[in-house]
């Protein structure tokens, strides 16, 4: 078989309903309400999400960074703003649930991340660090599908123009999560007023090339910054930052796919957890070919 055929084996066999769901929208047609019926059982009655959606965090209660997580599958999709899985979670965004207003930040953890399975990096500490992620992409997500006369809009736009003003703050740094969605907010933050979205463009480029690892002997065993972790194909804004990198982790897709058409997970929970984390790998390793399939795709390698 072939590194696609490896693959979607590795798909039937082994991803989650997800995953799958996702896997047959961008490769075999299937539709968007089959990808979104399967996201919904990750939902809460909150509108938020949990439940292990981020398969390093098994508390089933909502919490932003889940939340997170499903925004940016509705993104993806282009989900209408009238449906009810988008509806639910900006009525979490709108509930402040969870935000903590002395930082006008969404956490990344929440305490009761402690009581469940989780990777040692979910595991919540009195002293949260606050670094807008998940805020810029939650922000990012009103921007995109709140009316503009409600109130979690406003909310929206002005933690959109908080965000805004402190990466323009900052020197230039490698932290691809954040920069990940400090791209989702320029880009859905145009057409509302928010002031610098041009100067947020160029930080972001100064930013973007310091992620990237060029060692590819790091890859699949190190958990460094890869051009899949960033772009999604040559037509992406930052390709031009990459060129020599994305190509080569083509390449190396290619060579490194493993018989049973996955790639390896390369990071551990480093806690007592790890009957859990093997669960776990399985899961991403599904999330992992689905993107890698899909660059692959999208360089024209298949």
Same mark, same amino acid.
């Given at each position: 078989?072939?590194?696609?055929?490896?693959? !979607?084996?590795?798909?039937?066999?082994?991803? !989650?309903?997800?995953?799958?769901?996702?896997? =047959? #929208?961008?490769? *075999?047609?299937?539709?968007?309400?089959?990808?979104?019926?399967?996201?919904?059982?990750?939902?809460?009655?909150?509108?938020?999400?949990?439940?292990?959606?981020?398969?390093?965090?098994?508390?089933?209660?909502?919490?932003?960074?889940?939340?997170?997580?499903?925004?940016?599958?509705?993104?993806?999709?282009?989900?209408?703003?009238?449906?009810?899985?988008?509806?639910?979670?900006?009525?979490?965004?709108?509930? /402040?649930?969870?935000?903590?207003?002395?930082?006008?930040?969404?956490?990344?953890?929440?305490?009761?991340?402690?009581?469940?399975?989780?990777?040692?990096? @979910?595991?919540?500490?009195?002293?949260?660090?606050?670094?807008?992620?998940?805020?810029?992409?939650?922000?990012?997500?009103?921007?995109?599908?709140? /009316?503009?006369?409600?109130?979690?809009? !406003?909310?929206?736009?002005?933690? &959109? =123009?908080?965000?805004?003003?402190?990466?323009?703050? =900052?020197?230039?740094?490698? *932290?691809?999560?954040?920069?990940?969605?400090?791209?989702?907010? &320029?880009?859905?933050?145009?057409?509302?007023?928010?002031?610098?979205?041009?100067?947020?463009?160029?930080?972001?480029?100064? $930013?973007?090339?310091? $992620?990237?690892?060029?060692?590819?002997?790091?890859?699949?065993?190190?958990?460094?910054?890869?051009?899949?972790?960033?772009?999604?194909?040559?037509? #992406?804004?930052?390709?031009?930052?990459?060129?020599?990198?994305?190509?080569?982790?083509?390449?190396?897709?290619?060579?490194?796919?493993?018989?049973?058409?996955?790639?390896?997970?390369?990071? =551990? @929970?480093?806690?007592?957890?790890?009957?859990?984390?093997?669960?776990?790998?399985? @899961?991403?390793? /599904?999330?992992?070919?689905?993107? #890698?399939?899909?660059?692959? !795709?999208?360089?024209?390698?298949?």
């Amino acid at each position: 078989m072939n590194t696609y055929e490896r693959a !979607r084996a590795f798909m039937y066999r082994c991803a !989650r309903p997800l995953e799958l769901a996702l896997w =047959q #929208h961008r490769f *075999e047609g299937g539709s968007i309400e089959s990808v979104l019926t399967a996201l919904s059982a990750y939902q809460n009655a909150d509108g938020g999400f949990g439940h292990a959606l981020e398969a390093d965090n098994w508390n089933p209660a909502s919490s932003p960074l889940t939340t997170q997580t499903a925004t940016a599958i509705l993104f993806d999709l282009d989900v209408p703003a009238d449906h009810p899985v988008v509806q639910g979670v900006l009525r979490y965004l709108d509930s /402040g649930k969870d935000f903590d207003e002395t930082h006008r930040q969404w956490p990344g953890s929440i305490p009761s991340n402690n009581d469940h399975p989780r990777a040692i990096w @979910w595991t919540w500490e009195d002293k949260e660090a606050f670094n807008y992620n998940p805020t810029a992409g939650l922000a990012a997500f009103i921007l995109r599908y709140a /009316g503009r006369e409600s109130a979690v809009y !406003r909310e929206g736009l002005a933690l &959109a =123009q908080e965000a805004v003003d402190w990466m323009l703050g =900052q020197e230039p740094f490698a *932290e691809k999560h954040v920069l990940f969605l400090f791209a989702q907010l &320029a880009r859905y933050a145009h057409g509302h007023p928010v002031d610098g979205l041009d100067r947020l463009t160029e930080r972001l480029r100064a $930013c973007v090339p310091l $992620c990237v690892c060029a060692d590819l002997t790091k890859y699949g065993v190190e958990y460094v910054d890869r051009p899949t972790d960033l772009i999604d194909g040559p037509q #992406h804004p930052f390709y031009p930052l990459m060129t020599d990198a994305a190509q080569a982790e083509c390449r190396f897709l290619i060579s490194s796919q493993q018989e049973d058409g996955a790639w390896p997970v390369p990071w =551990q @929970w480093y806690n007592e957890y790890t009957s859990e984390f093997a669960v776990a790998k399985v @899961w991403w390793q /599904g999330h992992i070919v689905l993107k #890698h399939i899909t660059f692959l !795709r999208n360089f024209g390698m298949l």
